[in-house]
Nanobody
């Protein structure tokens, strides 16, 4: 069993910054790709950023230059640093991880989501 717990959401003013964290725990052997997705009301869940175990990153065009994804493999934790936030960044942000469990099977897990609201 593996759990992903996100933290760091909340209300922030336009132009502000916020940092999300995603801590993975449980029967983890290793973690491949970690990613952040977001879902605004009435819209589909879209990829925001992803990072491989080797550190390769990719970003949605809408967040390039403003958001930075990172991870601490020793802590099984991923981060999303969000700068220059815009009202259109308002959404529930979900952490996702491809986890190799201690049984050496690979599963995809989701966190519970954390609300980010950008508003004055």
């Amino acid at each position: 069993q593996v759990q992903l717990v996100e933290s760091g959401g909340g209300l922030v003013q336009p132009g502000g910054s916020q940092r999300l964290s995603c801590a993975a725990s449980g029967s983890i052997f290793s973690i491949n790709t970690m990613g952040w997705y977001r879902q605004a009301p009435g819209k589909q869940r879209d990829l925001v950023a992803a990072i491989t175990s080797g550190g390769s990153k990719n970003y949605a065009d809408s967040v390039k230059g403003r958001f930075t994804i990172s991870r601490d493999n020793a802590k099984n934790t991923g981060y999303l640093q969000m700068n220059s936030l815009k009202p259109e960044d308002t959404a529930v942000y979900y952490c996702n991880a491809q986890v190799v469990t201690t049984t050496l099977l690979t599963y995809r897990y989701w966190g519970q989501g954390t609300q980010v609201t950008v508003s004055s």
